[in-house]
């Protein structure tokens, strides 16, 4: 048998994955909870704690410039790059589930996803991330945005930090609860991160790439 029929026969229709695929056609981005479980969540946040009290995030910037001051006035989130290869055993557990992902929609869809990048990201009280698309640094290889959030249930409303997607006629608010992900068009969807006003805000955020 030759490999490809091989891979055909193989192949599980699976259907949370045609669920993202129908919502990213239908609407442009795809709301999921409890993509990660609730123990994979502690462990992904302990991970990032661990890592922020360490000290070892640097402060966002936007572009290639490098001012604080204006930076802070558009985003004020402290992000730590993920080196896949070098991942370890939780984020190994990270990566399982996003490459399942990405793999369906290679095969489903031809988006021909090559590359990836993920961040740990703290949004500390008071942040925020202003309207924008996520186009940053001129890099058009971006399809695909992905966010996780990692935050500690629960997290009222009052906490802020919604994400707010500006869809066509609408204005979406979406809180960023534990074990949730959401995934939206890197260069069509206009989004914001609405102010923290409690607590900090805690996530994996990365984008799906071609080449
Ligand atoms: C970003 C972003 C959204 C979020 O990092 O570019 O828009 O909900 N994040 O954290
Ligand atoms: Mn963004």
Request: with cysteine.
């Amino acid at each position: 048998m030759s490999q490809e029929l091989f891979e055909q026969l193989e192949f599980q229709e699976n259907p949370l994955f045609e669920t993202i695929i129908d919502d990213l056609l239908e609407q442009q981005y795809s709301i999921v909870d409890a993509f990660f479980t609730a123990s994979e969540t502690t462990q992904l946040r302990e991970h990032l704690l661990a890592k922020f009290e360490a000290e070892r995030f640097k402060k966002s910037a936007i572009g290639n410039r490098t001012n604080e001051e204006i930076d802070k006035k558009v985003r004020g989130d402290y992000i730590l790059w993920i080196d896949e290869s070098r991942a370890d055993r939780v984020e190994q557990l990270f990566f399982q589930k996003i490459n399942a992902l990405v793999d369906y929609l290679n095969r489903t869809c031809f988006l021909g996803i090559l590359q990836k990048e993920f961040h740990y990201t703290v949004y500390p009280e008071g942040t925020f991330y202003k309207r924008h698309l996520d186009t940053f640094q001129n890099d058009d290889r971006r399809k695909l945005s992905v966010v996780c959030y990692l935050n500690e249930d629960p997290w009222p409303s009052e906490n802020g930090g919604q994400l707010r997607m500006y869809v066509p006629d609408e204005e979406k608010d979406i809180l960023p609860l534990s074990g949730r992900i959401v995934i939206f068009e890197s260069q069509v969807l206009e989004h914001e991160v609405m102010e923290v006003k409690a607590s900090e805000r805690l996530s994996i955020t990365g984008w799906l790439k071609t080449r």
